[in-house]
């Protein structure tokens, strides 16, 4: 990502940011949207996005 | 002419910003002052063409880095300051007839990078304590220029709907040991019916408690506060999930689906805010294809919002709307 700022006439910034073309993603596998079914059970879904949960420490 | 009002009966700021009625309001395509600066054309906001996605200060912002001082002296309960932040406005993309949803997801990867930095940018300012990334989409919603863009307010103060929220996580924090956002979204995982898509990063599901009808909230599988937390894995799923639900928005009732999208994080004050998770929520204002819900007397003057809908069955009708993001790398 390159970023530019340059001053306006009135004295506001402008940033316009550019980006090399797009590459090769970051993991060779797209990580494709997955949908659930509705009343899916729990054990199916379980673990499936849920990430580590925040717990006090 | 821009100052905060205190408001001693709910207990919090109003910005008063005299000048934001003189704003350009629905001009010509031709005319649009966000769309880049042709050869011999008008002068716009933009005189350049050659950019990706790019960011300005407000013309007519509610709140200055160098705020003018207040035009009246405090009253004895309402006391007035300078109206000082930061008012930017973010161009999706030099092409006036686009909108996100039709953006291709790189391009939606690149705004959440985009996003990125200018939550880190802002959030460094001294007399900054919250990064608002926000976008109104539709004249529905009260849009004054259609060329695709998205606005972010940095506040001297958190704003009372955050602080609400805030406080309701700690006090589960408190209670259960346990985030109050990981509990919601892992409930509604179980229970599946209002989910719309998932995937390795992210959920998105119309609450159990929605306010409006397709009201969608998506929200990190990571416990993280911001968005500058997020892993570049993360960020690409971010923008294959809101191209996904931004597409399924628009196929609901084959229009431009207007709404109000939300980003919610941690306040930038320098606090400690480990008990907060990070996430957006969308409000959009149609009920049905011709319908609006407006926000009336229960809704403004009490707070309470009545639902006219069942977020099971909405959930049902955007599901069926959901398609994979494609992506060209």
Redesign the interface.
Known sequence: MKKRKITLPDGRYLIFYSFEPTGPPLDERPRDVVTVSPRESEAETAGRVTGPKAEKT | MSELRWNPLLGEWVATATHRQERTFLPPADFCPLCPTEPGGFPT????S????????N?FPSLRSHPELPSVGPMPLSPVEPAQGVCEVVLYAPRHTSTLASEPV?QIH?LV??WT?RFQELSALQFVQYVFIFENKGEAIGVTLHHPHGQIYAYPFIPPRILQELNQFEAH?DRH???LL?DI??GE??D??R?????????AYIPFFARWPYEVHVV????VQAISDLR??EQ??LA??LK?LLVAYDALFNLSFPYMMVMHQRPTDGAAY??Y?FHIEFYPPLRSESRLKYLAGSETGAGMFINDTLA?QK??EL?AH????S???
């Open positions: 906001e933009v005189p350049e050659t950019y990706d996605i790019a960011v300005f200060e013309r790189e690149k990078q985009v930095d924090w040991n346990t985030c990981c979204r892992d995982l179980g599946g019916r989910i719309i898509l998932q995937n390795a990063s992210f959920a990190s599988a990571r416990h570049p894995e690409r799923d294959s999930l996904s480990d008990h998770h099971e959930a049902a599901r959901i398609r994979p993001a992506w060209r790398g």
